[in-house]
């Protein structure tokens, strides 16, 4: 991979890293504790705090990958599948910067044995 490349995934990283550090201090700081008599409005109370915990768990899973891939980036390892050590593809890396796996390592991982398995239990 050039240097180019490399920084343009790098910046990319740091983008999304900045967006979704955004995201949950908005999410946070939303994140109250409210009291009511009413029992339906604590129940959604409730519920709203469930799926603001739930978001904030995503976010802070995706800014610890996101965080690894500089780190990869930093130690040269960046765009090499941590499973296998061959090169992920670069359409994969477009999509998805932060991934530590090739496609065929990570469908081992989720479980699946191939992409087609994939569709068949989707169709």
Not at 28 to 35: G, I
Not at 39 to 49: L, S
Request: proline content about 2%; some cysteine; overall charge positive.
């Amino acid at each position: 991979m050039t240097p180019k490349e490399l920084s343009g995934f790098k910046n990319a990283l740091e983008s999304e890293r900045d967006t979704v550090v955004h995201a949950a201090l908005r999410r946070r700081q939303r994140m109250t504790v409210e009291q009511s008599a009413d029992a339906f409005e604590q129940i959604n109370y409730a519920t709203e705090r469930e799926l603001a915990l739930a978001a904030l768990s995503r976010h802070s899973e995706l800014l610890r990958q996101i965080q690894a891939a500089l780190c990869r980036i930093e130690a040269r390892t960046f765009g090499v599948c941590q499973r296998c050590q061959t090169a992920i593809r670069r359409k994969r890396l477009i999509a998805i910067p932060w991934t530590p796996l090739c496609l065929q390592c990570q469908e081992l991982a989720d479980g699946h044995d191939s992409i087609d398995e994939l569709r068949a239990t989707a169709a």
